[in-house]
């Protein structure tokens, strides 16, 4: 089991994100999180990152960590890209790598290798502010590629791209599951993510509603 979540509560104020979430993720799986907007999948994902500490409940990653202790071996994509529009896709990823990511540790890519990941050209001039959507989203993706992830947590990947930029992400991010790496994906479109979704989990309200088997094609 790679995380683990007992009775997740997570409060702003009075307003309750999430309500009593029990969940467990196996490894090596995809995972597809649904749920109308404010229905608590955003938040979900940032309590599995350690970006966010439930208010009741307990979270644990990797057998018997705290996400926050573990966040070295967590990639986490925001829905916000998070990349700086005057920069070229490699200078984006080199900057991240050396803000980011400890010199000593080995298994880390460098941005050449990530950007080649997703299927981008290290030597394009362009700056980002310069790419189409669905060359920015690959372009975040292999931000978090760097370290090399097990958990890989996808915010809304698919925003606002079109059906041959999702189809190209979606057929991407088959090639990342592995035995080793366990990836959540949130969306509100089912149909979007459904070819690789082992389990489909469905939050209302921010409530668990359902935990069901995928069927993953790709």
């Known amino acids: 089991m790679i995380a683990h979540l007992d009775s997740v509560s997570r409060l702003f104020g009075s307003f309750a994100a999430l309500r009593q979430v029990s969940v467990d993720l196996a490894r090596g799986k995809c995972y597809v999180l649904l749920g109308e907007n404010g229905a608590g ?11 966010l500490r439930p208010s009741v409940g307990e979270v644990t990653v990797f ?3 705290e996400p926050r202790q573990a966040r ?6 925001s829905h916000a890209p998070m990349l700086y529009d005057e920069l070229t896709g490699r200078e984006n990823l080199q900057y991240y790598r050396d803000l980011y990511t400890r010199p000593e540790r080995s298994g880390c890519l460098n941005p050449d290798d990530a950007l080649r990941q997703v299927g981008l050209d290290p030597a394009l001039t362009r700056t980002v502010g310069q790419y189409s959507q669905g060359m920015r989203q690959r372009t975040s993706l292999a931000r978090v ?3 090399q992830p097990e958990l890989l947590l996808l915010d809304e990947p698919f925003s606002n791209m079109d059906v041959e930029s999702v189809d190209q992400m979606v057929r991407l991010l088959a090639t990342f599951r592995s035995d080793s790496r366990t990836i959540v994906i949130t969306t509100h479109q089912r149909e979007l993510a459904a070819p690789i979704a082992d389990f489909i989990i469905t939050l209302k309200a921010g409530r668990l509603h359902s935990l069901d088997a995928g069927r993953p094609s790709l």
């Open 72 to 77: 070295h071996r967590i990639g986490y994509m």
């Open 41 to 51: 999948k955003s938040t979900l994902l940032r309590i599995l990152a350690g970006l």
């Open 145 to 147: 590629l760097i370290s």
């Open 63 to 65: 057998e018997d960590s």
